[in-house]
């Protein structure tokens, strides 16, 4: 579906390709980088009342994107780590979506190679496999 050139595919990420997925999707899709941890210096100032911390609104070329188009047929959303990056989305993009879908992550990490530590997982814990039967 993805190569049949039938649709306009924008994928925003922080700028990382994992395993092939360069090769195999990025001629495909538009690849606009954002990041959605991003805080402004004023987000510190607890007195600050002109401070706009969606991290989103910083992204120029994404709000572009995301200004010139009317509506969006769906929205997949595959990193929600904190809260605040689904509400931003869902501000900036209220009226523009006909199906926005969230799908955690985290389940990557279960067919990953074992971690050494017991800590939380962190994205570069996701090395998959080098045998399949792994």
């Known amino acids: 579906m993805i190569d049949s050139g039938s649709y306009d595919i924008v994928m925003s990420t922080r700028g990382s390709w994992h395993w092939d997925s360069e090769k195999r999707i990025g001629p495909h899709v538009r690849l606009v980088k954002c990041n959605r941890d991003y ?9 600050a009342t002109d401070c706009d911390i969606n991290a989103i609104k910083q992204c120029k070329e ?29 501000q900036i993009l209220k009226d523009k979506v006909g199906v926005y879908i969230y799908i955690s992550t985290d389940s990557v990490y279960e ?16 090395v998959r496999p080098h045998d399949e039967k792994e």
């Open 39 to 47: 805080q402004p210096a004023c987000a510190a100032d607890k007195n």
């Open 62 to 90: 994404l709000m572009e994107i995301i200004e010139e188009t009317e509506k969006f047929d769906i929205v997949l959303d595959f990193s929600g780590y904190e809260p605040k990056w689904i509400h931003d989305n869902c």
């Open 111 to 126: 067919v990953s190679i074992d971690k050494p530590t017991k800590r939380p997982s962190i994205e570069t814990d996701a």
